[in-house]
């Protein structure tokens, strides 16, 4: 059993994992079956983007289908989950040197519900979701990850969800990058050593570029490693399909089984 909530950063790769079952998803249930019950789930997602950083406080928050071309059934699929007011609140009170501004209206999107949908797949978990500040630093993202800590004392789980690599403009599953692998190890050699000023800084990187046309699907990371608490990571869907990477990474005191 895990004593502290864990954090984890979810390589959550195409909308289509919430409906289909594969090598992927198969270990996103596996790590909530592991976990304590978690009070509730805060979601640091690539596809919440603001001009300050926000935190949903909807009582029902709505399934946000922002993507298009997928076969009729993803938009059909429920998440009947709950928010919490209290929760934002809580959050939003971390912060003494920053405004954090609660989002009465805004829904789930995709890198939160596609993820949370298999992970803790009955919805009776209270989920909310933070968003990006387009407007601040690399090391601000990180330095707002080390406010959230505290959370994981009082049994939040803090999920950041996005993907070490994401290019889907040369994405071809018939081929593969030697940049995209050299870059997925590059993180977790750097991640296994706690290096995070090499992950603070990763646009000094010679692939980061590649790696991350826009930062969006990074950003997460960053988040993770700062509500980490010197634990060993542990890694798990290892694997570079073409120029996307689904890697995942859990900051634990308590080793978990993957297949």
Known sequence: MVNRMPVVFIGHGSPENALVNNEFNANWKLFGKQIPKPKAILCISAHWETFNTKVNSKLKPELIYDFYGFQKELYQLKYPCNGSLELANEIKNLFKNKT?????????DHGCWAVLIKMFPKGDIPILQLSLDTNISFKNHFEIGKQLTKLRDAGILIIGSGNIVHNLSLFNPDKSYKWAIDFDKYLKENL???NFENLINIER????????????HYLPLLYIIGASNNETPQFFNEKVISSLSMTCIIFSNTKLKFN
């Open 205 to 216: 990187n010679i692939n980061f570029n590649l790696a991350h046309p826009s930062n969006e």
């Open 100 to 108: 954090i501004n609660l989002d009465l209206h805004r829904g789930l």
């Open 192 to 194: 296994m050593k706690l």
